[in-house]
């Protein structure tokens, strides 16, 4: 009898404001998951700056791959692919990520394989949830995306749903930064709503005709806009908790909703949240008891495997490497890479 082999794969992502590298054993086993954060010198400027991203980048990367080795207890002889995020994100970040990725798979003569972000943050849920397996239904909420997939196998995704505007987690953001919490704001606004009434303030739900996957957060973040505005000028005194609180309600309620839709219209007895918004406390409780209710396995990661981080990117290059994805030297920066497109 043949014993399998274990694959060790180090995976790189960059895609935004994290550099981060991790060591994935078999997919599903994280040896190291560093992640360098520049939220703290974004946060000056109110959002990410690109060119500021992308310099960073380049700072950090070797020091970050060489922490994710060390603590791994392994080294580039002992890996069996490199794993990069080559979309969506920012270019010059991207980039930085997928040439390092190329110069190592190159230099140690290994497979190379392009990730797509997204089915990085779906493949977090791996890591957790070794049980997990497709068919299931996963709810993506990001900075950047907001997408309802239905995962048919590893590798193979069919996009039920996406955001008609805003991201949910740009949602957030931006209403931080109206009752001047600053950023990022989801985890802000997450902490303030525990102090507010989520039924102060009714603020919109948005339910698009005949797209009953899409979302659309734009409305909810200008009727809160509206609402503060009329406040100030009425001269009324604003409740910071209770904005957070309603609004917080109305985007999980949405979120809720239609991923419910979805498991039960495609018949789909497990659902798994990703992202940076899938950490929001509310979230994770509304899905929780809406999946009880239904018999439906509900499945999330940590909060540090739902923002960005290389982990994640190992876990998906692990199936994609299964299944024979390989990248080739051309390998290059994807910003608007669209799931399931190579
Ligand atoms: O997945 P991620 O790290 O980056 C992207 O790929 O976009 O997500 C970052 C987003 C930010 O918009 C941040 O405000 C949001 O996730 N976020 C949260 C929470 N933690 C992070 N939103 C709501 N509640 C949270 N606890
Ligand atoms: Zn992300």
């Known amino acids: 009898m043949s014993e399998t082999k274990d694959i ?6 960059s895609s935004c404001d994290e550099t981060a590298a991790a060591v994935v054993k078999n997919g599903r086993e994280v040896l190291s998951n560093v992640i360098s954060s520049q939220i703290a010198l974004h946060t000056l ?3 990410v700056v690109p060119e500021i991203a992308s310099r960073k980048h380049i700072e950090k990367i070797n020091q970050v791959i ?3 080795l060390d603590q791994a207890e392994v080294t580039l002889d002992d890996l069996d692919a490199i794993g990069v995020t080559y979309g969506p994100g920012l270019v010059g970040a991207l980039l930085v990520g997928v040439a390092e990725a190329k110069a190592i798979a190159y230099a140690k003569k290994l497979p190379l394989i392009g990730v797509h972000h997204i089915e990085g943050h779906i493949s977090a849920n791996y890591i957790e949830n070794k049980e997990l397996e497709p068919p299931f239904i996963c709810l993506v909420v990001s900075g950047g995306h907001t997408h309802l997939v239905c995962v048919k ?3 193979t995704y069919e996009i039920l749903g996406r955001t008609r505007d805003d991201a949910a ?3 957030f953001d931006k209403v931080a930064r109206a009752i001047g919490l600053g950023y990022p704001g989801g985890p802000k606004i997450d902490k303030l709503a525990k102090e507010g009434n989520p039924n102060a303030i009714p603020f919109p739900r948005a339910h698009i005709e005949g797209a009953e996957y899409d979302f659309s957060f734009s409305g909810v973040k200008s009727a809160v806009l509206n609402y503060i505005n009329g406040c100030q000028m009425k001269g009324i005194e604003y409740h910071k908790a209770d904005i957070a609180a309603s609004f917080q309600k109305a985007v999980t309620d949405v979120l809720v909703g239609n991923a419910m839709r979805a498991v039960e219209t495609y018949g789909l007895k497990k659902l798994a949240i990703a992202g940076g918004v899938a950490s929001n406390s509310s979230l994770r409780e509304a899905m929780k008891q809406a999946c009880e209710e239904r018999g439906i396995e509900f499945y999330y990661p940590s909060p540090i495997l739902c923002t960005d981080n290389a982990a994640m990117i190992g876990a998906a290059a692990y199936y994609e490497y299964l299944n024979g994805t ?3 030297w ?3 920066a994807v910003p608007n890479l669209k799931l399931g497109e190579r």
Do not use: M, T
């Open 8 to 13: 060790f794969i180090l995976a790189i992502e």
């Open 169 to 171: 987690g740009e949602a």
């Open 330 to 332: 051309d390998l290059n």
């Open 153 to 155: 196998d590893y590798g």
């Open 326 to 328: 390989r990248s080739g």
């Open 45 to 47: 400027y109110g959002g």
């Open 66 to 68: 060489e922490e994710a």
